[in-house]
Antibody, heavy 120, light 107 residues
Framework: QVHLQESGPGLVKPSETLSLTCNVS????????WSWIRQTPGKGLEWIGY???????NYNPSLKSRVTIFLDKSETQFSLNLRSVTAADTAVYYC???????????????WGQGTTVTVS | DIVLTQSPGTLSLSPGERATLSCRAS???????LVWYQQKPGQPPRLLIY???IRASDIPDRFSGSGSGTDFTLTVTRLEPEDFAVYYC????????FGGGTKVEIK
């Protein structure tokens, strides 16, 4: 059974970098698209971006200038860096896997439980 | 950029009733890339439907999706107690966007 688990600081200071890691178990990271999504009461669900197992990335245009998603060399984790954070980046952050290994548009079928990050 | 507008914002129904949820795109989109999720409090979204009408694994057949062009619908034929939740549509074409959600609450 595939399991995703987010980890990282729950509190980040304004202007600093938010760094989260998603640990993947029960599946190979060497296939599929791996995404970060965040959720706030005010803005709902917001896709941050994905990384394909080949290393190709695609980011939400509204966040692109501040985001980096990368694969861990261990091939069991992928990570998110969001630079120059403000209070507007306070959210629950989820990592997820594409439902189909080679097609991103068919949705995301496995999600982590989410981690709350507060910028203050 | 494509904007997905979901309506109604809240749907108040009783168990056993039929729920019809709408997702309208700001421009014509491919149904192949239209997805629906269910989310309960404190949980991540759960994939229900992809390709506008294809149920994901282990999704009961009381859930169905339809639509094309700019108008898509998620239907739950007979609401079970566990179906009261928030439902989101999602579209991807180069960038991914979610609708604002419809909350299905117990009347």
């Amino acid at each position: 059974q595939v399991h995703l688990q987010e980890s990282g600081p729950g509190l980040v200071k304004p202007s600093e970098t938010l760094s989260l890691t998603c640990n993947v178990s029960g599946d190979s990271i060497s296939r599929s698209y791996w995404s970060w999504i965040r959720q706030t009461p005010g803005k709902g669900l917001e896709w941050i971006g994905y990384i394909y197992y080949t290393g190709v990335t695609n980011y939400n245009p509204s966040l692109k200038s501040r985001v980096t998603i990368f694969l861990d060399k261990s091939e069991t984790q992928f990570s998110l860096n969001l630079r120059s954070v403000t209070a507007a980046d306070t959210a629950v952050y989820y990592c997820s896997r594409s439902a189909k290994p080679h097609y991103f548009s068919y949705g995301m079928d496995v999600w982590g439980q989410g981690t709350t990050v507060t910028v203050s | 950029d494509i904007v997905l507008t979901q309506s109604p914002g809240t749907l108040s129904l009783s168990p056993g009733e039929r729920a019809t949820l709408s997702c309208r795109a700001s421009q014509r989109v491919s149904g192949a890339d239209l997805v629906w999720y269910q989310q309960k409090p404190g949980q991540p979204p759960r994939l229900l439907i992809y390709g506008a009408s294809i149920r994901a694994s282990d999704i009961p057949d009381r859930f169905s999706g339809s639509g094309s062009g700019t108008d898509f619908t998620l239907t739950v034929t007979r609401l079970e107690p566990e179906d009261f939740a928030v439902y989101y549509c999602q579209y991807y074409e180069g960038s991914l966007t979610f609708g604002g959600g419809t909350k299905v609450e117990i009347k």
